[in-house]
């Protein structure tokens, strides 16, 4: 009786530290999971900035050429 309550024991002990390990491999993969949508957000947020600064420009040059249409 003892021999499988041993067994037992073991058994838990080398799930416990599969179970460990593999909770750090896939924190390192929601790590690198986090980082991704961090750059991805990142180069989103890049390319809408670029977009209003072109759309600022555009209105800026519209707002120019009325005014020299005006002065005509």
């Known amino acids: 009786m003892k021999y499988f ?3 037992g024991a073991a058994l ?3 799930t416990m530290l ?6 750090e491999k896939s924190s390192a993969e929601r790590d690198k ?3 991704k ?3 991805e957000g990142a180069q989103k947020e ?3 900035y670029e ?4 759309n600022v420009e555009n209105l800026e ?3 120019q050429e009325q005014k020299e249409e005006t002065k005509k």
Do not use: I, N
């Open 5 to 7: 309550a041993g067994l």
């Open 12 to 14: 838990l002990v080398v």
């Open 18 to 23: 599969y179970a460990c390990g593999k909770d």
């Open 33 to 35: 999971e986090v980082q």
């Open 37 to 39: 949508v961090l750059q």
């Open 46 to 48: 890049r390319k809408m």
């Open 51 to 54: 977009g209003m600064q072109k």
């Open 61 to 63: 040059k519209k707002a």
